[in-house]
């Protein structure tokens, strides 16, 4: 099958990183023609990442997200004539690592499926932001359309009035949304790999798959990616990613390397008033004698669960007022802090932060406190 592939980058910091590159270099395995937007005007570091694999790279700004980009490439550069001749058009983005299966296993077992489009997981019925209603559709990370739809007037115009988002739920909303009620609509016959797997987990209607099922969804649905967003320390599925994580580094398969390195070079937001720097923690854990996290709740929590992951160790959950039933855990003002002992804020608010960070300062120094 002649294939087309769209690929959107951004970062922040115009850089392309290592885990990118492996991915090109298995996309190119199964694409005829690969196109690279890059959301930024220059690449500061890595372009060999796109480079060796790109057929042709476009740079423009962040206008519209990875939505906006696809719809700039397809519109404004590539044009729907030479489109026309692809028997399949792929578009996905920077969002997620992988593969972790050979991308020639995973389009060779696509290509037995008959149907207009494809994706990865699809999503169950929900609501946005408590608003706007939505069904069950295919997540908009790893989308395929093939030859019917492509040379469909419906499809172009989508492309051609969406209008450029100005934010990230407008971005869900008018592409993810707007664009899998089209296909909807207009009779096309679309599936996810997620749903050939012989493994069924119930998902809950607002629930999102990649976000709370990782794991599940790499082992034995066998998908080939992992959502960067999954491994953020401020969501409820960050155990169940992490999870997915180690099974991914059992197989062996793909050097996980590529992940930790992105990981440690951007950090994880925590908040306004805080981001954790791994390469910071690291050297707060091993100067100091013991480690409280301060905090019980999902940061916590997650960050335990991360402790966990590295081999280290924690004295204790520390709390302000009442432990409940919480093991593991001491109110702060009993609790023993000695002068080579480290207490990490694990928090998810900047008010919270401030508040318990002014509390600790009164018992300990500023070098005892992270982040």
């Known amino acids: ?12 910091e115009n850089i392309v990183d ?37 057929d042709r790279i476009y740079y423009r700004d962040n206008t519209g997200f990875d939505a906006g980009a696809y719809k700039y490439a397809l519109c404004c550069c590539i044009g729907w004539s030479e489109i026309s001749a692809y028997e399949e058009l792929v578009l996905l983005n920077d969002s997620f690592y992988g593969p972790f299966y050979p991308m020639r296993n ?52 989508f492309w051609e009035s969406m209008p450029y988002p100005k934010s990230f739920l407008q971005a869900v909303r008018v592409f993810e949304l707007a664009c899998n009620k089209l296909l909807d609509e207009c009779g096309w016959n679309g599936t996810a790999l997620s749903d050939l797997s012989q493994h069924k987990y119930h ?34 599925g960050f155990s169940n990613a992490l999870k997915a994580l180690k099974y991914i580094e059992d197989q062996g398969g ?4 590529l992940i930790k390195k992105h990981i440690l070079r951007i950090g994880q937001p925590l908040h306004e008033k805080a981001k954790l720097d791994f390469y910071r ?23 335990a669960e991360y402790f966990d992951y590295r081999g280290w160790s924690f004295e204790c959950f520390l709390v302000t007022d009442s432990c409940h039933s919480l093991n593991n855990c001491e109110i702060f003002d ?38």
Not at 28 to 44: A, T
Not at 114 to 142: C, E, M, N
Request: glycine share 6%; net charge positive.
């Open 18 to 54: 290592d885990y990118i590159g492996y991915m090109l270099q298995e996309l190119r395995k199964v694409v005829d023609c690969l196109v690279v937007v890059c959301n930024f005007k220059e690449i500061r570091s890595g372009i060999q990442n796109i480079n060796d694999y790109a």
């Open 281 to 303: 923690l690291d050297k707060f854990y091993y100067s100091h004698t013991r480690i409280y996290l301060y905090g019980a709740g999902i940061l916590g929590k997650n960050l």
């Open 1 to 12: 099958m002649k294939r087309l592939g769209i690929y959107v980058i951004y970062d922040c």
């Open 203 to 236: 998902i809950k209607a607002n629930e999102n798959p990649y976000m709370l099922y990782s794991y599940e969804l790499v082992r034995y649905a066998e998908i080939p990616v992992l959502k960067r967003k999954s491994l953020d320390l401020r969501f409820q």
């Open 334 to 371: 009993n609790a023993v802090i000695a002068e080579e002992d480290g207490i990490i804020i694990a928090v998810g608010t900047k008010e919270a932060y401030v508040q318990i960070k002014d509390l600790i300062k009164k018992r300990c120094t500023e070098k005892q406190i992270f982040p």
């Open 106 to 157: 995973l389009f060779a077992k696509m290509d037995k499926i008959s149907v207009d489009y494809w994706g990865l997981t699809k999503s169950p019925a929900g609501t946005l932001t408590g608003k706007y209603t939505y069904g069950s559709h295919i997540q908009s990370f790893f989308l395929a359309f093939r030859k019917p739809i492509l040379d469909d007037r419906r499809f172009r115009n």
């Open 254 to 257: 793909y050097n996980v390397q």
